[in-house]
């Protein structure tokens, strides 16, 4: 249906894609993978005519083809879902879904008609609750990332490309989109997605393609024909070390016993400390100590209440009443005082929370330290800020140039400059919300081990992760959430996926 032979890109003296191939078919599920960086979604944007390739063929049903924009290749029926999301936070759920995508097609439909043609679309993503006529601002990540496949969906494509779609979505979630997509191939449709989930990718697609460094290292292959290990060995190249996968994600690390962190750390004095905290609306009366050295995960469904641990410790939130204790002995009064007295915070929204995107990487990365320091003294600094920044993401396996924009780094890469910034203000505090979304396994593994180490000095650390393998990977113990309470405690060797996502859903 779709054929792309030899394609070409280059970004100033760096080259992006460097002869790549795919070729989706009609009715099948093809998965993308690649490295941070490898040229994933520069491929996709030149697919959805976002992007203009350097050289390289591309043909729609046999037939040679050059998109001219991304109206161009929509009207030719392909639709596509990019890594970075372009909802628009003032507009209601509803006139998302229409007014911006094809204006011309959809610019007639009264609000009753756009209902009527969306509901059984949102319904599918399990989205029937969304209030449609509200802003998307108040969405949280998950629901923003299915609005977009949903607006998708809509315009009813012949080729469906979708940019790491899973990568903030919670197991339930990402079920009912694997169903939604398993229905939309049936149709005859082709589509395409990216994921870092390389069970997910075996599990759900068809046949797999793999990039590296902008060429070809797998092309098309059988998914169920595919190990874990042959994927991970694809991306990285044969010169790389074989890392010994585990769970439900690969991850390098998780093979290795003196490395899985829920048999270590006793826990002896308290730390952080939360004492009957309300906060009205997500959770009531929670108590929970954290020692210095633990690494404690918290989990629940949407809204069972475990996110807003994380913002009264953050300062995003204050409780109503209760007390959160900081370990110098302080209450977060703001996200400004969190900060100053000692907490870091690493979220996944990076669109939200994150990033200086027309400042350089190491400004970026060197970002937070600099807060409350006097003015002048930067200059004095540059040099060691900018060494430091480069030693910290060389760790998480960064190969970009860190003078360059960051708006111009691939979305896992920016992801480990937001992770970089808060590793340089030496917090006792470190707040992770889906800390490596979007990243590779490789960077993924990495950035677990920075995790471990910064608790093996003394410091505490909160973790919540819409991927369940982390946090079994990760914490010492994950406290789970149910309706604003904390109904359980899973550690040691309960701490499994299973028994994990069985107590998260209510048993
Ligand atoms: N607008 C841009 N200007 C300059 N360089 C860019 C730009 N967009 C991407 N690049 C570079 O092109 C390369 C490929 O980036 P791309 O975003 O395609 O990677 P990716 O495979 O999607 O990675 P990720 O898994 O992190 O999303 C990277 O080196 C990136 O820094
Ligand atoms: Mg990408």
């Given amino acids: 249906m779709l ?25 099948e599920i093809h998965a993308l993978v690649g490295e941070n960086g490898a040229g994933k979604s520069t491929l996709v944007k030149i697919l959805s005519g976002a992007l203009g390739p350097d050289g390289g063929e591309i043909a729609l049903n046999g037939t040679p083809t050059r998109f001219t924009g991304p109206r161009d290749a929509a009207a030719r029926g392909i639709a596509m879902v990019a ?5 628009f936070p003032d507009l209601s759920v509803a006139e998302n879904l229409f007014v911006t995508a094809l204006p011309r097609r959809f610019g007639l439909l009264s609000p009753a008609e756009m209902e009527r043609r969306a509901a059984p679309v949102l319904a599918g993503l399990g989205l029937d609750d969304v209030p449609v006529h509200a802003p998307v601002a108040g969405l949280n990540l998950a629901d923003r990332q299915l609005l977009e496949v949903c607006r998708a969906l809509l315009a009813t494509p012949r080729v469906l490309m979708l940019d790491e779609p899973t990568s903030a979505l919670p197991p339930a979630a990402v079920d009912r989109l694997e169903t939604v997509l398993r229905q939309v191939a049936a149709r005859g449709i082709a589509v395409l997605y990216i994921s870092h989930m390389l069970q997910e990718v075996r599990r759900m697609a068809d046949r797999v393609s ?18 874990l290990d042959d994927l991970v060995r694809a991306m990285l190249g044969d010169g790389a070390p074989a890392p010994a996968p585990a769970g439900a994600t690969a991850d390098p690390v998780a093979g290795d016993p003196e490395r899985t962190a829920h048999d270590g750390a006793v826990p002896d004095a308290a730390a952080l400390t939360l004492s009957h905290v309300t906060v009205p609306g997500a959770v009531t009366d929670m108590s ?6 633990e690494i404690v995960g918290v989990a629940g469904l949407e809204g069972a209440g475990h996110r807003a641990v994380l913002d009264v410790v953050c300062g995003l939130r204050r409780p109503a009443s209760g007390r959160v204790t900081l370990p110098g002995g302080g209450t977060p009064r703001s996200v400004r005082d969190a900060v100053r007295q000692g907490v870091a915070f690493v979220p996944g929204d990076r669109k939200r929370f994150g990033l200086m995107l027309d400042q350089t990487v190491w400004e970026n990365a060197t970002a937070v330290r600099w807060l409350g320091a006097a003015r002048g003294s930067w200059w004095q600094h540059r040099r060691s800020l900018r060494a430091r920044a480069q030693a910290n993401l060389r760790r998480m396996r960064f190969h970009g140039d860190i003078d360059g924009r960051t708006g111009e780094l691939s979305g896992g890469n920016q992801q480990k400059v937001v992770f970089a910034k808060w590793l340089d203000t030496d917090p006792s505090v470190i707040v992770l919300d889906d800390p490596t979304r979007g990243v590779d396994v490789g960077a993924r593994g990495e950035m677990h081990d920075i995790v471990r180490d910064l608790a093996a000095t003394g410091r505490v650390v909160l973790l919540a992760s819409t991927d369940l393998a982390e946090l079994t990977e990760l914490c010492h113990r994950v406290v789970v959430f149910q309706r604003g309470e904390a109904t359980g405690e899973l550690r040691g060797a309960e701490l499994t996926e299973q028994r994990l996502s069985t107590a998260v859903n209510g048993s």
Avoid: C, M, N, W
Wanted: charged content about 25%; proline content about 2%.
């Fill in 3 to 27: 054929h792309a032979t030899g394609l070409v890109k280059r970004y100033g003296g760096v080259t992006a894609l460097d002869g790549a191939d795919l070729e989706l078919r009609g009715g």
């Fill in 83 to 87: 890594q970075e999301l372009s909802l």
């Fill in 210 to 227: 793999v990039l590296r460094d902008g060429r070809p290292a797998l092309r098309g292959e059988r998914a169920g024909g595919l190990s």
């Fill in 288 to 293: 929970l100590s954290v020692a210095a050295g």
